[in-house]
């Protein structure tokens, strides 16, 4: 009887040890260990039972034996040179084979109380395992075996041994009951790790959204998703601006790698809730540098007002970060209203830029603005002139422009 048992405590062993990893292999190796491990569990009751018939019935009870002997030999090689498909592929022969043969010795459908019902399990566990392509034959092998056992029927009913009628009951209730019970078992464990799959892509598919929202503004997000991979947009009106730390340099050579990256994250992080605030789009940050549109990808009336409210509230921001760091940061912003091109660029790392003489001006604007000071294009302070206040005008010489008009923005009116 232990002899037996060994290769059950084998399976039930892969089967926890999958059970708690479930990876696809793992699932498939979980699902046949549960198939083999009841397909044993009732090989041993048959033998058991048929044996204690009579000699007679020795040649019924061979077939069960069978498949165990099998079950050890086909373990044996799986674990000494894992060779899980030579495991799955004999044990799914096996599974469809032996219910058949037990029903032909025992003597047809009636006298054995369909028995042959517990090889469906072969394309069930093959679906499972394998894939639908690949258990379509053995499911027409199953139905094939079933015609044949029907076809047949008579003969091997003629040459059916006596079994007793409350053990013919009893075969009946475990052939219904007990493939019943591994159907459902085995279908409730794969839609339990499919649940659990399902949940782990909804997690990463959050955990994407959330990246890809953290790189490009979700209007732009929403449309790549939709496969418009071509995106580039006229906008004819909008403000850009420009801010960069004074000195920065100088100061990041005095201080360590992780104290430079800590500040720098301190900075963007109060600048980004800024840009939150006022529902203006984070362009970039390149180095020490900070831009940002109104206007685009979302077209709004008042985008000059959101950035010029934005810019006279980053001065304050920085100088809360510098006072907690204990240093003496400045900065200058450069801003400027026009029409841009807006788009993604890049097949792989995604980016939405802007180009046009509007961005260059607004660059062009913060390159020649004064420390801790916001300086303007004649355009913006145009738009801006009722609700702002600004410094008399100066000029400013641009390369590729010549002079240009420029305003220090200085507080709202």
Known sequence: ?????????????????????????????SILSLLVLAESLVCIFWIYTLSGLGEGYAIIASVPYVYLV???????????FKRFEYFTFTQLVMLLVMPFFMQWAIGGFAASSGVAIWAILAPVGALMILGTRQSSPWFLLFIGLAFISWKLNYYFAGNAMPIPNDLKDTFFLMNITGTASILYGVLRYFQTQKERVMASLAIEQDRSERLLLNILPAPIAARLKENDMRIADYYEAV?????DLVNFTQISEKMPPTQLIDLLSQVFLRFDQLAEKYQVEKIKTIGDA???????????????????????EMHGALKEVAINAGLDLTMRIGIHTGPVVAGVIGSTKF????????VNLASRMEHTCLPNAIQVTQQTQQILQDAYVFSEKSSIEVKGKGAVDAFLLLSHK
């Open 70 to 80: 099998v079950s050890y030999v086909s373990l044996y090689i799986f674990y000494r």
């Open 239 to 243: 403000t850009v601006m420009f801010a």
């Open 1 to 29: 009887m232990s002899e037996n048992l060994a290769p059950i405590s084998i399976l039930s062993r892969e089967f926890w040890i999958n059970l708690s990893n479930p990876t696809p292999a793992a699932l498939g190796k």
């Open 290 to 312: 900070y831009m940002v549109i109104s206007g685009a990808p979302v077209a709004c009336d008042d985008h000059a007002h959101r950035i010029a409210s934005m810019a006279l």
């Open 351 to 358: 980016s939405y830029d802007l180009w046009g003489d509007t």
